[in-house]
């Protein structure tokens, strides 16, 4: 599929009188169609149907270069499959996408697909963990959101276990940055990680939670 046949199909399903207000709401700035999300669901289910892997990963990368909100979120979309083989392209554009990141909605999604190939092939640990250490905040948040998965493994393997206690020391050092974002990822993951395991949360909280601002603690915290 040509990018232009994909971006005029995004178009032909917008309500264009809705991108005023996208475009507030969200506030990076691109353009934005007004195509619900819905219909980016339903044609990005239909072009991962018909597509083969490699014209695929062409057209997410397409999209994604057009710098418009949805084309964005279906880049993601093309490319959020829990099995891929071989998938060391489809790992390769999503990580490059993280620099990019500038906000909450791409970001998640973008995430999303590439918390898949984590949870393939758990040695992208080591690439994660770069952006812990990032200065942009979306980069230091795409750690925690795209390591969530573990957070929701009830019977973790040793090697997922060993993963989550990695990603538990990276959220102990995210617990002094001020950051709204930030203390709210540490807290999605800490709450997730409290159906499972938590006891592991208590203990967390009880080492780290003085040092989180009271929202998070408290949202850390909620379901245990």
């Given at each position: 599929?040509?990018?232009?046949?994909?971006?005029?199909?995004l178009?032909?399903?917008?309500?264009?009188?809705?991108?005023?207000?996208?475009?507030?709401?969200?506030?990076?700035?691109?353009?934005?169609?007004?195509?619900?999300?819905?219909?980016?669901?339903?044609?990005?289910?239909?072009?991962?149907?018909?597509?083969?892997?490699?014209?695929?990963?062409?057209?997410?990368?397409?999209?994604?270069?057009?710098d418009i909100?949805?084309?964005?979120?279906?880049?993601?979309?093309l490319?959020?499959?829990?099995?891929?083989?071989?998938?060391?392209?489809?790992?390769?554009?999503?990580?490059?996408?993280?620099?990019?990141?500038?906000?909450?909605?791409?970001?998640?999604?973008?995430?999303?697909?590439?918390?898949?190939?984590?949870?393939?092939?758990?040695?992208?640990?080591?690439?994660?963990?770069?952006?812990?250490?990032?200065?942009?905040?979306?980069?230091?948040?795409?750690?925690?959101?795209?390591?969530?998965?573990?957070?929701?493994?009830?019977?973790?393997?040793?090697?997922?276990?060993?993963?989550?206690?990695?990603?538990?020391?990276?959220?102990?050092?995210?617990?002094?940055?001020?950051?709204?974002?930030?203390?709210?990822?540490?807290?999605?993951?800490?709450r997730?990680?409290?159906?499972?395991?938590?006891?592991r949360?208590?203990?967390?909280?009880?080492?780290?939670?003085?040092?989180?601002?009271?929202?998070?603690?408290?949202?850390?915290?909620?379901?245990?």
């Amino acid at each position: 599929m040509r990018i232009d046949a994909a971006l005029g199909a995004l178009r032909a399903a917008a309500d264009p009188g809705r991108a005023p207000e996208m475009a507030a709401y969200h506030k990076a700035k691109r353009v934005y169609l007004g195509t619900p999300n819905p219909a980016i669901n339903d044609l990005t289910r239909d072009w991962r149907a018909a597509l083969p892997l490699e014209e695929r990963v062409a057209l997410a990368e397409a999209l994604w270069q057009s710098d418009i909100h949805e084309a964005r979120i279906a880049a993601a979309k093309l490319l959020t499959q829990a099995r891929i083989r071989p998938d060391a392209a489809v790992w390769a554009l999503i990580a490059g996408w993280v620099p990019q990141f500038d906000g909450w909605a791409v970001a998640d999604q973008a995430c999303s697909a590439g918390a898949r190939r984590v949870m393939a092939d758990l040695s992208r640990m080591d690439r994660v963990e770069e952006w812990t250490v990032s200065p942009d905040l979306w980069v230091r948040r795409a750690a925690l959101v795209m390591t969530l998965p573990l957070a929701k493994l009830s019977f973790p393997k040793p090697a997922e276990r060993e993963a989550r206690e990695r990603v538990l020391g990276w959220a102990a050092g995210y617990v002094p940055d001020r950051d709204w974002f930030i203390q709210k990822a540490v807290a999605w993951w800490l709450r997730d990680l409290s159906k499972h395991d938590p006891d592991r949360v208590r203990a967390f909280l009880d080492a780290h939670g003085a040092g989180m601002k009271s929202f998070a603690r408290k949202e850390a915290a909620r379901l245990l």
